[in-house]
């Protein structure tokens, strides 16, 4: 029996702008999805045990079979002949933006590699959640993966010629309490993301400026987490969050969620991940403030997730 574990993961600073090579900064959640995985004589069977979101694992079938099989040849493994039972669990829910597929497959990708007795460093676990990610995401940016993999805070810019994109590692003291407040609504974040490359052709001007800021924030925000300065994190989340209704990527409900957080004390809350729906982050430092913004949340109708960011890996 092989075991395996991967991080969820939130984005601080820049979605969306990250798309356009702007820089952005993601961290693991202290949540993940746990996998076990035992030989059999044939035949890959799938149980999924995670919670969240009902139906999530449903609708994610198909594209989990695929990923498995990417992963399978990425690992030298021939989908065709080997016979495995896959477990899949933990505590990351199926919320819409918390990186719940490439948690998945880096878990599986370990507990594979520990039940086949196969040696992979984290470089090569990273390689091959990527490609499993493709089955999900088309052309990833790689972010997920990378968060899942290694845990802990990532600065990442894309490389828009096609080469290697700068991913780094920034440190932070301690991991810090956040919460993630799901709207309920499952958002669609290729036409999010179609949607600001639209907007920002037809207003070059307007949409210039806004990403000039956004990149500002990203390189406040770095020092800022950095530093340790929670208080100056949240007000640049509560910035990122006005540049990003300003690209039209928020909805009401995200709003919503927002200001409830702010107003029950929360440091600083923006959308996460791609908008039109999907999840809104708070950041809550101590237990009590956390319990306090969660369960206002909660009382308004909505699912929330207490958890951490900055988890590394043990
Ligand atoms: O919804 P998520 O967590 O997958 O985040 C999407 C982030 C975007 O910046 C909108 C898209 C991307 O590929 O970076």
Request: negative net charge; aromatic residues 6%.
């Amino acid at each position: 029996m092989g075991k395996g574990s991967g991080f969820g993961k939130t984005i601080l600073f820049g979605e969306h702008f990250v798309v356009h090579g702007v820089p952005g900064i993601a961290s693991a959640v202290d949540s993940a999805a746990d996998s076990v995985v035992k030989k059999t004589a044939n035949g890959i069977k799938v149980t999924d045990e995670r919670t969240g979101a009902k139906g999530y694992a449903d609708k994610k079938k198909l594209q989990q079979l695929e990923s498995i099989e990417r992963m399978l040849k990425a690992m030298n493994l021939d989908p065709k002949t080997v016979g495995m039972d896959i477990w899949l669990g933990g505590n990351l829910p199926g919320f819409s933006g918390l990186g719940a597929s490439a948690a998945s497959s880096v878990a599986i990708a370990r507990a594979i590699a520990e039940e086949f007795e196969l040696t992979f460093s984290d470089e090569q676990i990273n390689d091959i959640a990527y490609e499993a990610e493709k089955a999900y995401a088309g052309n990833p940016s790689g972010i997920d993966n990378t968060a899942a993999t290694f845990g802990g805070l990532i600065w990442f810019e894309k490389n828009l010629t096609g080469g290697e994109n700068k991913i780094e590692q920034l440190s932070i003291r301690e991991p810090v309490e956040i919460i993630i407040g799901n709207t309920g609504i499952v958002a669609n974040t290729k036409a999010m993301v179609e949607g600001v490359g639209e907007r920002k052709k037809q207003n070059p001007e307007k949409y210039g400026a806004i990403f000039k800021q956004a990149e500002q924030l990203a390189y406040d925000g770095k020092k800022a987490l950095e530093e340790f300065d929670l208080r100056k994190v949240g007000a640049l989340m509560n910035e990122n969050h006005r540049l990003l209704q300003e690209i039209e990527v928020s909805c009401n409900e995200l709003d919503i969620l927002v200001d409830l957080a702010r107003k029950q004390g929360a440091f600083g809350a923006k959308m996460t991940g791609g908008g039109g729906g999907g999840c809104m982050l708070a950041l809550t430092p101590g237990k009590m403030l956390q319990e306090k913004v969660a369960s206002a949340i909660e009382n308004a109708g909505f699912e929330v997730l207490r958890t951490k960011i900055g988890i590394q890996k043990q």
